[in-house]
């Protein structure tokens, strides 16, 4: 027999009764009756339920075991009577009589407890999350994990990619985040930078021709930490195309993403070809975000005309100013004071003085408007705006005014919490949109210069001659896909012609000689025949937390940091050693 187990904690059956067996793992929970002591042995695999009694010459070592210890048993099947039989486990209708027992690790007190759904604070999960890892709960996020990996490998082996590997070292490169540098011992005062994405190495390798690249590959951006992104590092499903436009992207990474929500969601999918193309724009006016949320159905308005010149002062005083508006969030079946008044409280913790409101009830004698906003307006105005809102009785709408950047990211959050108490939101649904047309350009609100808003190595829609009028209305050809009010993608056609390079960065303030010297490996490499070419990168912690139906990425990552960006149980970041930092010729400051 195997020195540790003839069989996995999940694979007996009621074929095996009689059978002598091996089974080695934890213990997952111990059970006193009347003298007769259960253990629940769990491994990677499963439980399976196994006893002793005071007959068994391993009964005194048995009672010495407890929660978590490995173990090691040698016993006999027996079938568990008809009515004790467990059929929530696959071992459910058989026993292990333990005739033998070997301690193969002991263990201290637990800081925490593996077995049940004990709620632990992160900073204790995180510290020993080797414990925190055997918890039911991880072992399926793990598992789940690695099988969304395995699929989506498959699935791009299956449209003709090849997966390629990019440089873990490599040179700083500005990708919108900082970077992690990493010193040279032996260029002393030089700094190597571990790579924000393979960004840069992709589209060199298509430069070389390979045509079709992918490649899991691990990213690093010292970033502020949120409950959707890793302080440290991620991994991405990152590919490239020769020879492709912005749909041909769509048509081979859409079903890839669609595909594996459908084998690991449990939800409904929307098809693929059915995703909709929203202007960034766009999305920005219906939903406060580019990164909708569509299971949610309601869209925001301009309602801007309703309140030009009306005899509510606040509204028709701002729309004297340049550039502002007034837009309207609709809200089906929210239309009772309560709940209008409960929304007006949720704009005042959001840093607003509040949020405007309508709502229509019926008074037996026909519809009316309700709110201090109809009051202010009348009925003309306020049955204009029930019009084009598509409003009925028991409805309401919330208002909001000013420039747009100020105030779409509160809408966008008011709409959603809209959804969500109305009940107007799927939660049965995974919901895609490919956003686009992304500006290339913005202008900075107080000393009007231009700059980059996206990505700058994205191809502007139009070449050459777009970058020759205004910049504000240049807009690239770069992509996101959005699920769920998650970004799952981002992507572009790429900026191949150094001529156009040279241009883009121009008008953002950037001269040829630092364009050279910031990105001179790519720019060298455009001069010798560079193919079209485009591509994405699809976040994989991301669509594997979506997956599990978590609200925070560390639940699906083994190894994450804390909120400080700290690895309690490894104690990273660490201070060097005077040796480490002679031999690099480094020196620490003190912190001021």
């Not at 098809?271 to 929203?278: E, L, N, R, S």
């Not at 231009?450 to 191809?459: L, Q, R, T």
Request: aromatic share 10%.
């Amino acid at each position: 027999m195997h020195a540790y187990r003839s069989h996995t904690c999940a694979d007996l059956t009621s074929a095996n009764v009689g059978d002598k067996v091996r089974l080695s793992g934890w213990v997952n929970r111990i059970r006193d009756h009347g003298g007769i002591l259960f253990i629940d042995l769990r491994d990677h695999y499963g439980i399976t339920q196994v006893l002793c009694d005071p007959d068994s010459a391993a009964f005194s070592d048995v009672e010495k075991v407890r929660s978590e210890w490995c173990i090691r048993i040698d016993g006999e099947v027996k079938a568990r009577d008809p009515e004790l039989v467990n059929p929530k486990l696959p071992t459910g209708e058989i026993e292990v009589f333990i005739r033998e027992i070997e301690v193969l690790g002991a263990s201290d007190e637990l800081p925490l407890i593996v077995f049940g759904d004990q709620e632990y604070p992160e900073e204790t999960r995180l510290r020993y999350r080797y414990l925190d890892l055997r918890r039911e709960a991880m072992q399926t996020n793990m598992k789940l994990r690695s099988d969304v990996v395995a699929s989506l490998r498959k699935r791009m082996w299956d449209k003709g990619f090849r997966e390629y590997q990019t440089p873990i070292i490599t040179a700083s490169s500005p990708e919108g985040a900082r970077d992690f540098l990493v010193p040279s011992r032996l260029h002393p005062g030089k700094f190597y930078a571990l790579p924000q994405a393979p960004q840069q190495f992709k589209q060199l390798i298509m430069v070389s021709g390979y045509d079709k690249y992918f490649q899991i590959a691990p990213c690093f951006r010292d970033e502020d930490p949120r409950a959707d992104r890793s302080p440290t590092d991620f991994y991405q499903l990152d590919m490239e195309m020769s020879f492709v436009t912005q749909q041909d992207v769509f048509d081979t990474i859409s079903p890839v993403i669609a595909g594996v929500f459908e084998e690991f969601g449990g939800r409904k999918v929307d098809p693929a070809a059915d995703w909709p193309q929203i202007s960034y724009r766009d999305a920005a006016l219906w939903y406060g975000t580019d990164k909708p949320d569509l299971r949610n159905p309601i869209k925001m308005q301009v309602v801007s005309e309703h309140f030009a010149g009306s005899g509510f002062a606040i509204f028709a005083k701002l729309l004297e100013q340049d550039g502002t508006e007034i837009r309207a969030i609709p809200a089906p079946g929210g239309g009772s004071r309560k709940f209008c008044d409960r929304m007006n409280a949720f704009a005042q913790k959001e840093g607003l003085p509040g949020m405007g409101y309508i709502f229509w009830r019926d008074q037996g004698q026909g519809m009316e408007a309700a709110g201090p906003l109809a009051k202010n307006i009348g009925p003309e105005r306020t049955e204009a705006i029930r019009r084009q809102l598509g409003l009925d009785v028991g409805d309401a709408a919330f208002f909001l005014g000013g420039k747009p950047k100020q105030f779409e990211g509160v809408a966008g959050k008011a709409r959603t919490v809209i959804g969500e108490e109305l009940g107007l939101t799927d939660k049965n649904r995974f919901a895609f949109a490919w956003i686009v047309d992304f500006p290339i350009y913005e202008k900075d609100a107080d000393t009007g210069a231009i700059d980059f808003e996206h990505n700058p190595f994205s191809m502007p829609q139009g070449g050459m001659e777009a970058l020759e009028g205004d910049p504000l209305d240049v807009k690239g050809f770069q992509y996101d896909l959005a699920c769920n009010g998650y970004e799952l993608v981002s992507g572009a056609i790429r900026n191949h012609r150094p001529e156009i390079m040279f241009k883009a960065f121009e008008i953002a303030g950037y001269g040829a000689d630092e364009v050279k010297k910031r990105f001179g490996g790519m720019v060298n490499a455009f001069r010798f025949g560079a193919p079209p070419h485009g591509g994405c990168a699809a976040g994989i912690d991301r669509i594997v937390m979506l997956l599990a139906d978590e609200a925070n990425i560390r639940e699906v990552i083994m190894f994450p940091m804390n909120q400080r960006a700290e690895d309690l149980m490894m104690g990273a970041p660490s201070e060097p050693t005077s040796d480490q930092l002679m031999e690099l010729r480094l020196r620490v400051m003190p912190e001021e």
